[in-house]
């Protein structure tokens, strides 16, 4: 592929400040919140947790002090896992934001300049080659014996070969071969990494039948409580 990259442009200065403004950074972004309250907080009003934890203290009363330490153990146990959980959930996360190489090439103002990922906009484009790790989702526009492992994606080890009509590259994807000028198509939390992501921290842990059942119980416990009092 020589030196001209088949007269493309790219943007000017003008274009990327106006993508920049509209669409933003091509960076990881998830909330912030503070998980271990809430986790802590989410187990003290848990009924099944509350329920344990009125027999563990009932066991104490009756001097029954080696039940009582089990269900302790128990309750500690079980916090210990759910705190572990989330540990490795937020690492996930933190992962997915370190897949990212710090430069990049892109093609601006009619030059090939290397710039931070971060500064990627949406309609650059990038020339990508061998053992180059893609930074954005992206549309080829030139290839040469050009082949991407994508296996963060989709776990398959082979390369795929990447051409005009199997045109489309992915962020975190390592380049096995060859070079390519690709048009970005999304940046950030917009990529199908960055929507991997997203995926990770909306999942909520769901509750086990027996959680259910001793929060149905408890409620109508409660309702026959307000109604006979």
Request: some cysteine; glycine content about 8%.
């Amino acid at each position: 592929m020589d030196n001209n990259y088949f007269n493309i442009k790219g943007l000017n200065d003008e274009e990327v400040l106006n993508s920049r403004k509209q669409h933003g950074y091509n960076r990881l972004e998830y909330k912030k919140s503070n998980r271990f309250i809430e986790i802590v907080g989410g187990m003290i009003r848990d009924p099944m947790v509350l329920l344990l934890l009125a027999a563990a203290i009932i066991y104490f009363i009756s001097g029954k002090t080696g039940d009582g330490i089990f269900l302790t153990a128990a309750i500690l146990f079980q916090s210990a896992l759910s705190l572990y959980q989330e540990k490795r959930s937020k690492n996930a996360l933190d992962k997915l934001k370190e897949i990212s190489q710090p430069r990049c090439k892109v093609l601006r103002n009619g030059e090939c300049v290397e710039i931070h990922s971060d500064e990627l906009v949406l309609g650059d484009f990038i020339v990508v080659e061998e053992g180059v790790l893609i930074n954005a989702d992206a549309k080829i526009v030139h290839s040469n014996d050009f082949s991407v492992n994508e296996s963060i994606l989709t776990g398959e080890s082979f390369a795929v070969f990447k051409d005009i009509k199997n045109k489309f590259v992915y962020s975190g994807t390592i380049v096995a071969s060859g070079l390519a000028i690709a048009q970005i198509t999304a940046i950030g939390n917009e990529t199908k990494l960055g929507k991997i992501g997203k995926s990770l921290e909306g999942i909520n842990e769901e509750k086990t039948p027996l959680e259910i059942q001793v929060s149905h119980r408890l409620l109508v416990l409660k309702s026959y409580r307000i109604y006979f009092f």
